[in-house]
């Protein structure tokens, strides 16, 4: 190489650090080898390193809001089990996930028994979500309500209120499975109040509409809180037994009935004297 092309060469590279542009700067060599040997012009190498760097700093975005998004696990729909669960009715679901609801600002609540989907799904809209740029973050229910408790009593409570309003949508999940305490119950409903018409909610629930009083107490409150959330609303039901526990009864059939022919094989060996 020249001189001078090497010295145009690293002049190059430092720009392109100054400016934060580090797929550029890691590729313009290769790119620019490339172009040569393709007779490829200037413009054209040009837009070859701004659809490198445009890649994959949309892919650097995507990780970046999966991790802030806390999942607990990283579900797809792809890997859910409609067969296992024909009550979940797919067409929506499918249509939930090109994420026009978010747009709309609108809500999706998930009812059902333990094990029946419920968490794959919200995560998996969330996953998505994430891909098409928005904000969110995935908190159980009670974990929340604990955040929310100690952050009033640290006098931050406004503080993460304001972050959780920045979300495009936020996900709450196992409503129901523990009674919230007084203070806990009307924490909770005022981030579902403000989040109303302005941040899409995902809620998961193990318990019926007319039940939510065993979870937020106060009939007035619960009234209120369902107001909110079941307004521009999508529901999702999934009913049926855990799919959990129905694979763990699955694999264990096939041991289960080796265990029970042994044992008729051998009392037959007994009474015939063997």
């Known amino acids: ?19 934060k542009l580090p797929t ?27 659809e490198l760097e445009r890649i994959d700093r949309e892919k650097r975005a995507s990780e970046r809001r999966l991790k802030d998004a806390k999942f607990p696990n990283t579900k797809t729909l792809e890997s859910f089990d409609f067969a296992a669960q024909p009550s979940i009715n797919k067409l929506l679901v499918t249509e939930l996930m090109r994420g026009a609801y978010l747009t709309q600002r609108e809500s999706i609540i998930l009812i059902g028994n333990a094990g029946t989907g419920k968490t794959h799904l919200a995560t998996a809209l969330g996953v998505e979500a994430c891909g098409q740029g928005k ?55 005022d981030i579902i109040s403000t989040a109303y018409e ?21 009939e007035r409150l619960t009234g209120a809180t369902l107001d909110r959330l079941t307004h521009r609303c999508h529901i999702l039901e999934a009913s049926g037994e855990s799919y959990r526990l129905a694979d ?11 265990n029970r022919a042994k044992q008729i094989g051998e009392s037959t060996r007994k009474s015939k004297g063997v």
């Open 1 to 19: 190489m020249k001189p001078q092309e090497t010295k145009s060469t690293l002049l190059l590279k430092h720009h392109l650090k100054a400016l």
């Open 135 to 189: 904000r969110v973050r995935f908190w159980r229910v009670t974990e929340l309500i604990t955040h929310l408790i100690e952050a009033r009593e640290e006098r931050q409570l406004l503080r993460l209120k304001n972050q959780l309003a920045k979300l495009d949508l936020l996900i709450l999940d196992e409503l129901g499975y523990v009674p919230a305490s007084k203070l806990g119950a009307e924490l909770l409903f």
């Open 248 to 258: 763990a009864r699955r694999r264990q059939t096939p041991k289960t009935s080796h």
């Open 24 to 50: 550029m700067h890691s590729e313009c060599e290769k790119v620019a080898a490339r172009c040569a040997r393709e007779n490829v012009d200037h413009l054209g190498f040009l837009l070859q390193l701004c």
């Open 198 to 218: 302005r941040t899409s909610l995902i809620v998961t629930t193990n318990l019926p509409f007319e039940n939510w009083t065993e979870v937020l107490g106060s």
